[in-house]
């Protein structure tokens, strides 16, 4: 297992790397790094003064070695519109996202799964067809419109939930958490089920499949001749099979979900790294951008690490070959 | 013989599908008494899984049990409600599957596995039940058997696996055990092996068991009686030395002489003409006259029904082969 | 599977009409792709003829009839355009910037798949990690991010969709052109030094066609959903060309003052459109996937 770890984790540093260089050059290749990394505004002397600090005066290969090693230390530039340093600016606004995703997370798999187990189990009964059309309107719904939707039945017509904003947050070992409060609840639903539909939609279907196909294992039959209670065989046996997939999917999804977080931020002016970006791109303060670019490769990264480790210990049969491997 | 401990009368279990209804198993009568082994042989096809499926009452949609009736220790258990059929299932009769590959869920250990198997049946504690899993492991000769219930089932050679399969339905002592073609997926030498562990079992206890196989070579070493099943009905039953030695159904001989061992040495083997027949579009008359040497218009013309011969004999054919009994 | 040219064609279409649904969303994404070719003939307004339109007109529901006695069904925007000819206008420009951009994705796809699988050795390492590594990203994201560095505008929206979607049949077609190499058929031509270019195309590529037809399909429906989010993030098309997602994004605005349809209609036909690709996707790839043909 050790040496498995080992092996992921070098690989991912491999990924890392490489993503970076393709961030570096794909910054020369677009453009002028002085024109990206300077604050336009900023005057001559100050101008010279930056780019004397950033080495831009150096060559290319050295440069490269200031960016990497920028990167190591954690330093991205500086924003010209926060005038913060560009990490520090994201980091603070990633809790936020984070809360969004892992609720939308929560709520696609606490309701997807029991529902796509119903459609996989008895595919003809009335109640698994509309579960099933739901899912292909959910996954088709244009997740930005969705939220409009939203907004517009809940808090326009409605008037139960408010239409955007975070609301009261409380400090949970120093990291602002909206979900502890009734405002910061309130503020939170609509956009983590705005979130969420679109990923119960796919919990659906993979566990639909899922559970129709080990459904007819040999394995399911046997618990049955063995005389264990439907609760159990579908509950264990049919369940712990599908959750691999399910899982494996869904964790890949993770960082998918913090991604389009960009559009349901926007909607309902979420303030968490999406809603920064956005913004960002539309002021061209290019650090930022930079600095979402690397982290969210960091976060992707470091989710494939983490689902295939959560992969092994769910799937005995692959923690072997790992090993062996 | 005293009273069988299951008795079945008149099976008959059909499939819908689109291409029509499927007869799998065909007004099937059988006993088989405490201690008693009775073998059903057949090609596959022949609906001997359905019989043992339907025995247990696991037939699942499109395929249901339209008649008959199936006594376990006198009383009809297709008159249990379903509860009732959890119970007896594991308990009272167990099943052996044939793959053991297929059979164990590949992502819980064997303690698992088998500990709720147990409790399924037994008020006992999780310690409790740990031992006697133990003990049931040890029974079917796996060494260190503590140990291997930690593992899982990919980890144990396909024989092991087999064995831990016989040690599940041994486990509770049940009063019949149905083994489908457990030992088709192994090893000759393993064949052997496991075959001769489970005489040596059910000597020790009053257990009956119905073995279902293709191989008359297994049947003749292992059975006390013999049904052999053709498309979906027994066409012949009786003790297992007198059928082999003086068949009177034309397929059963003709299985007897396409088996290598069973012909002096120097003798053509003769295979059987022809192919099993598709169960959408039996002919009318006799299913194996198309196949069937001596086959007469009679035979094309009408089901022959099954006839006593006595010496517990039975039959269904219009122009039975000429031995003395 | 290639028994006669015309004979899996016909099965498949025989197939294909056995399921209602999928029937009534195929005519329905016909009808859907005819209004947007015939636009200007369909729309009762061109709603970007400055002429056309009254600002009188501005900001009507549903129904109501504007001051030159043009009723507006589906209510009109603030600047008194027609929602429901801003809507086929729109249509047009999604299924347009769409299907551009898959069809030069398959293009693109195709021949680095086919490359991949045919040479081998380090042209197939390098396609293959760089598909590898995008796949692993999402399309959004992705595309958001090269329209930053891009800029605005129909083309640039195309070539990131592109750029974002030709990994996907790159992956595709070398996992089903290995299949087809690998088989007798294609050792023996290859054998007999055919010319390469006879057993790709003659053999080879008519058999990765099928799920090729799947994915795109597919992708169709991803990018008119990926281009609509852009336009709405306000990366994507230009004001003066409004897709539907940015005439959703314009009704944003009047959304919480109650003037819902401005935004509502909008995303109806994109939702339409979106299901009746994805019901008409789901079928054929069922009919095509052997596993499900029992």
């Known amino acids: 297992m050790l040496a498995y770890l080992i092996r992921r984790l070098s690989q991912a540093l491999l990924v890392m790397a490489v993503m970076a260089t393709i961030v570096f050059f794909g910054l020369y290749a677009v453009g002028n790094p002085v024109d990206l990394l300077i604050n336009p505004e900023a005057d001559l002397a100050e101008q010279e003064a930056t780019i004397r600090r950033l080495g831009l005066d150096k060559p290319v290969h050295v440069q490269f070695g200031y960016f990497l090693g ?12 926060h005038n913060r340093p560009a990490l520090e600016l994201i980091l603070s606004r990633l809790p936020a996202t984070l809360e969004l995703a892992f609720l939308g997370i929560l709520i696609a798999i606490v309701l997807g799964i029991p529902l796509g187990m119903i459609a996989g189990l008895r595919p003809d009964a009335p109640s698994s067809k509309l579960i099933m059309a739901g899912s292909v309107i959910g996954f088709s719904t244009p997740n930005f419109w969705q939220g409009l939707m939203l907004i517009m039945l809940f808090a326009v017509f409605l008037g139960w939930l408010p239409a955007g904003g975070r609301g009261d947050t409380v400090d949970v070992l120093g990291i602002p958490v909206s979900f502890l409060t009734w405002d910061g609840l309130s503020h939170l639903i609509l956009p983590a089920v705005n979130v969420a ?12 499949a899922g559970t129709s196909e080990v459904a007819l294992q040999d394995y399911v039959k046997y618990a049955r001749a063995r005389g264990l209670s439907p609760t159990r065989v579908v509950g264990v046996h ?13 964790g890949l999804e993770t960082g998918n979900v913090i991604a389009f977080a960009v559009v349901t ?7 968490g790294i999406g809603k920064l970006l956005i913004d960002s791109i539309g002021l061209l303060d290019r650090p930022v951008v930079v600095a979402y670019l690397m982290l969210t490769v960091f976060l992707f990264v470091m989710i494939n690490l983490v689902v295939d480790i959560a992969y092994s210990i769910l799937d005995p049969r692959v923690r072997i070959r790992g090993a062996k491997a | 013989m005293s009273t069988p401990v299951l008795s079945v009368r008149g099976l008959t279990t059909t499939f819908d599908t689109r291409a029509g209804t499927v007869t799998a198993v ?7 008494g405490p201690g008693e082994v009775l073998g059903v042989v057949g090609e596959s096809g022949s609906g001997k899984t359905i019989t043992g499926f339907s025995v247990l009452g696991l037939i699942d949609p499109p395929g249901k049990i339209a008649a008959g009736e199936v006594l376990l220790n006198g009383r009809d258990l297709r008159t249990l409600p379903e509860a009732e059929m959890h119970r007896l299932r594991g308990d009272r009769i167990a099943m052996i599957f044939q793959d053991p590959m297929m059979t164990l869920n590949p992502v819980l250990r064997i303690d698992t596995q088998m500990i709720e198997t147990i409790r399924a049946h037994r008020d006992v504690s999780r310690a409790r039940a740990r031992e006697m899993a133990a003990e049931a492991l040890a029974l079917v000769g796996i060494p260190s058997p503590v140990e291997r219930l930690r593992t899982y089932p990919h980890e144990m050679s396909g024989g092991m696996r087999q064995r831990v399969v016989i040690a599940i339905a041994l ?24 075959l001769s562990e489970m005489q040596r079992l059910l000597a020790q206890r009053n257990t009956a068991l119905i073995w279902i196989t293709h191989d008359l070579t297994v049947v003749a070493g292992l059975a006390d009686r013999v049904a052999v099943m053709y498309a979906g009905r027994i066409v012949e039953t009786g003790p297992v030395d007198d059928l082999l030695d003086r068949p009177a159904h034309p397929y059963t001989q003709g299985l007897i002489a396409s088996i290598p061992s069973a012909v002096p040495r120097g003798t053509r083997l003769v295979p059987i003409r022809g192919m099993t027949p598709s169960l959408v579009n039996l002919p009318p008359g006799c299913a194996f006259a198309p196949r069937c040497p001596h086959a007469s218009n009679t035979c094309r013309a009408a089901r022959p029904d099954e006839q006593a011969r006595g010496h517990g004999r039975a039959l269904r054919c219009f122009h039975p082969l000429e031995t003395t009994p | 599977m290639m028994l006669a040219a015309d004979a899996p064609l016909r099965r498949f279409a025989g197939d294909f009409v056995k399921s209602p649904l999928a029937v009534a969303a195929a005519l329905g994404l016909l009808a859907i792709i005819l209004m947007a070719v015939f636009a200007g003939a369909v729309a009762p307004q061109n709603p970007y003829n400055l002429a056309e339109i009254d600002i009188l007109d501005g900001s009507l529901e549903p129904g109501q009839e504007g ?13 008194g355009r027609d929602m429901l000819s801003a809507m086929i206008y729109g249509l047009r420009i999604s299924l347009f910037v769409s299907f551009v951009a898959v069809s030069s994705a398959v293009l693109v796809g195709m021949t680095l798949g086919l490359l991949a699988a045919w040479r081998g050795g380090w042209i197939e390492t390098v396609i293959m990690r760089t598909v590898d590594i995008q796949l692993s990203f999402p399309a959004l994201l992705v595309a958001l991010l090269l329209l930053a560095a891009l800029g605005k505008g129909v083309d640039k929206v195309i070539i990131a969709l592109i750029l974002v979607q030709w990994a996907y049949f790159a992956r595709t077609v070398r996992a089903a052109a290995l299949v087809e190499i690998k088989k007798d058929y294609v050792m023996a031509a290859r054998a007999a030094a055919l010319p390469e270019r006879r057993i790709l195309f003659g053999h080879v590529l008519p058999n990765v066609m099928p799920p090729v ?13 990926i281009e609509a989010s852009l336009s709405f993030l306000g990366v994507g098309v230009p004001i003066t060309e409004p897709s539907l997602g940015l005439l959703i994004a314009n009704g944003f605005d009047y959304l919480l003052s109650g003037r819902y349809w401005i935004s509502f209609y909008p995303g109806v036909a994109l939702l339409v459109t979106l299901v009746c690709i994805n019901v008409v996707g789901d079928h054929v790839r069922d009919i095509l996937n052997p596993r499900l043909q029992r």
């Open chain 1, 238 to 250: 049919i369940l712990k099979n599908i959750l691999i997939p399910v899982v494996t999917v869904l």
């Open chain 1, 197 to 208: 539909i679109f990923k119960m939609s796919l919990v659906i279907r993979l566990t639909r």
């Open chain 1, 265 to 271: 931020e926007t909607v309902f002016a979420w303030p």
């Open chain 3, 213 to 225: 037809l799947v994915i795109a399909t597919v992708q169709v429906a991803n990018a008119i959903a």
């Open chain 3, 67 to 79: 001051f030159t006695g043009f009723t507006f069904w589906l209510g009109s925007d603030e600047q």
């Open chain 2, 26 to 32: 065909d007004g099937v009568s059988f006993d088989v």
């Open chain 1, 70 to 81: 920028g990167l190591v230390q954690g330093d991205l530039g500086t924003s010209f519109v």
């Open chain 2, 171 to 194: 486990m509770l002592e049940p009063d019949l055990i149905i083994a489908d073609e457990p030992t088709t997926a192994l090893d000759v030498t393993i064949q052997s092996q496991i």
